[in-house]
């Protein structure tokens, strides 16, 4: 191809007609840039579907991990419910200060005693954090993404200092007062009528109430339907496409 234009330049300067020439590199240039601007379309057109299907990817696997936090989150939600009616049924015994000790009372007693964690995985989105959020080109998807792991799974790895704390207040009077300790399960007092008429302790009771509601009930509540939502925006986009 490239001799075939050679030689029609070479046949029209030797017949020195400089219209025609003028007329033919015109012609020429023009099909360069058309060829120029077909190879960047095609390598645009590649670029794309490489990014597409990287993004396709990146979402399915974003999608699995909030699937599998949105479940565990779940089943935490409805573990503190249940530990929040035992402690509840506690607080509303306390305040019969003739009520007699039974061993049914332990599991009661235990239901104060301890931490409650919860371990999300915010390792895929630390990743795709570090290679670029611009991979996924829905802006609602990629806000949504950001809001939910940077403020409310940051909130729950933070939390984690909030029960220690809790500890620090509730573990020194178990451990003083109770014997066969098991996290959030079972504690035996020592000598039930002083801490069943012990001020101290109601308050344990009470503040462990507030805490359970505000810094885990509250906060699975926000965050399950926000996941959901970005699950099923993540779906319809995916399938749209």
């Known amino acids: 191809m490239i001799k075939f234009f050679r030689h029609i330049r070479k046949s029209l300067i030797e017949q020195n007609n400089m219209s025609k020439y003028f007329k033919y590199a015109v012609g020429e240039i023009f099909l360069v840039m058309i060829g120029i601007l077909l190879a960047l379309q095609v390598n645009n057109w590649n670029n794309n579907r490489v990014e597409k299907k990287a993004e396709t990817k990146t979402l399915i696997e974003l999608k699995k991990g909030i699937i599998i936090d949105c479940k ?65 080109k829905n802006d609602s998807i990629r806000l949504k993404i950001v809001s939910l792991f940077e403020d409310d799974y940051a909130f729950f790895e933070n939390n984690f200092e909030v029960e220690m704390h809790v500890n620090e207040i509730t573990r ?44 885990h009930i509250d906060a699975y509540q926000k965050t399950i339907p926000k996941m959901k939502s970005l699950i099923n925006d993540i779906t319809k986009y995916l399938k749209d496409d």
């Open 172 to 215: 020194p009077y178990y451990l003083q007062n109770f014997n066969n300790l098991e996290f959030r399960k079972s504690a035996t007092p020592n000598d039930f009528n002083k801490v069943w008429l012990d001020t101290y302790y109601a308050n344990i009771v009470h503040y462990r109430i507030l805490n359970l509601k505000g810094n």
């Open 72 to 136: 565990l989150l779940q089943n935490n939600l409805d573990t503190v419910k249940a530990q929040i009616e035992k402690i509840k049924l506690l607080k509303q015994l306390l305040k019969n200060k003739d009520y007699p000790y039974s061993k049914d009372l332990d599991t009661l007693f235990g239901s104060v005693y301890g931490i409650q964690t919860i371990s999300l995985n915010k390792a895929f989105y630390e990743d795709l954090k570090a290679s670029s959020l611009k991979l996924i």
